[in-house]
């Protein structure tokens, strides 16, 4: 496989955009990408100022690695959920985010939820007695507010997240298969700025995980391979590998999926019954069926095709 750019050894091979890449020309790509997603769906301009949630993870520490590469002001934000399960999981994803800041020269906040509210998220979701065992509910719960919390109080105009092309059509596929309609015109790579909270961006949204992967590591980033443990068994896992199927199968498909949700959502039309514009339409002379062709319907003219070439 080479290079669609230099014919040099291609390291990458996207067969979703039929496009391979050698390693230094993949590492002027995703940047270039991105910044065109960016002003794409208008999600940020370099005056305005980043925060970007960081969870010591590839997409998050590959995301604002590629904004400061951009030239964007983004500043780190690092939740300390306090989840251990006998891996260090938050100690050690904050090792990974404290030392690529450090390496970059960048400012990293850090909030410790036992700190700041007395327990870490485990046992915040214990007494509380939500999310069923699990403290996924309160542990996204508490980032939610705690991110916007943190934009609000330092003055930051965006809120960026780390979310890829995988964790979003995971969503879409959840929503769509519940027919989740308020949660369905809610999703997309901007949510805009109300009343007491900052814009929320996705500027990963059209990456693959595995991009988001093969970008971190031709960068050197060293970040944390683990999910975190309560992941595990979770429905978005599951869709995640239900799609991977598909697009095994049918690669591009999880980007379509994702595109034309977009497409869709976009043109208002989502939701709303049309009318298949009855206005265009007539009878066909020949069968009687409405057809909006000008004249014969479709099937009587395939019809007639066929039979003037038999009769040939
Ligand atoms: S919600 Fe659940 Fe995540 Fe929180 S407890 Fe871990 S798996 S980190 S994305
Ligand atoms: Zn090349
Ligand atoms: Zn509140």
């Known amino acids: 496989m080479k ?32 910044e065109r997603f960016i002003k794409k769906y208008e999600m940020f301009t370099h005056y305005e100022k980043i925060l970007v949630a960081v969870s010591g993870g590839k997409d998050s520490l590959g995301l604002w690695d590629i904004l400061v590469r951009l030239g964007y002001k983004a500043d ?26 450090n390496a970059h020269g960048l400012k990293l906040h850090v909030v410790d939820i036992e700190k700041e509210y007395g327990q870490p998220i485990p046992v915040l979701a214990d007494k509380s007695h939500r999310g069923y065992g699990k403290p996924c509910a309160v542990c996204g719960l508490a980032k939610r507010h705690e991110m916007n919390r943190i934009a609000r ?31 369905l015109l809610r999703q ?45 068994g979770s429905q978005s896992i599951y869709y ?19 595109l034309r949700f977009l497409e869709a959502r976009k043109s208002g039309n989502l939701f709303i019954e049309k009318n298949v514009a009855q206005e265009h339409l007539h009878p066909c002379p020949k069968c009687g069926q409405p057809t909006s062709a000008p004249d014969l319907c479709s099937f009587c003219r395939m019809i007639e095709k066929v039979n003037s070439i038999t009769a040939s």
């Not at 291609?10 to 990408?33: D, F, G, I, T």
């Not at 780190?76 to 800041?101: N, P, T, V, W």
């Not at 901007?190 to 093969?214: H, N, S």
């Open 3 to 34: 290079c669609k750019k230099c014919g040099g050894k291609a390291s990458v091979n996207m067969r979703q955009h039929k496009l391979a890449l050698c390693k230094e020309h993949y590492l002027e790509w995703m940047p270039e990408q991105t």
């Open 76 to 101: 780190g934000l690092y939740l300390g959920l306090g989840i251990d399960e006998g891996i260090g999981y938050s100690r050690e994803s904050h090792r990974l985010a404290e030392k690529f800041a």
């Open 153 to 183: 109080d330092l003055g930051y105009d965006v809120l960026a997240t780390g979310h890829n092309l995988d964790d979003e059509a995971a969503v879409l596929f959840g929503n769509t298969l519940s027919w989740a309609n308020e949660f």
């Open 240 to 258: 995640k590998e239900l799609l991977n199927k598909l697009e095994t199968d049918r690669p591009g498909a999880k980007l379509t999926f994702y």
């Open 188 to 232: 997309g790579p901007v949510l805009p700025a109300t009343e007491g909270l900052a814009r929320k961006v996705k500027p990963l949204c059209r990456f693959y995980e595995r991009e988001m992967t093969a970008y971190c590591l031709a960068r050197g980033i060293e970040y944390i391979y683990e999910e975190c443990p309560f992941a595990e």
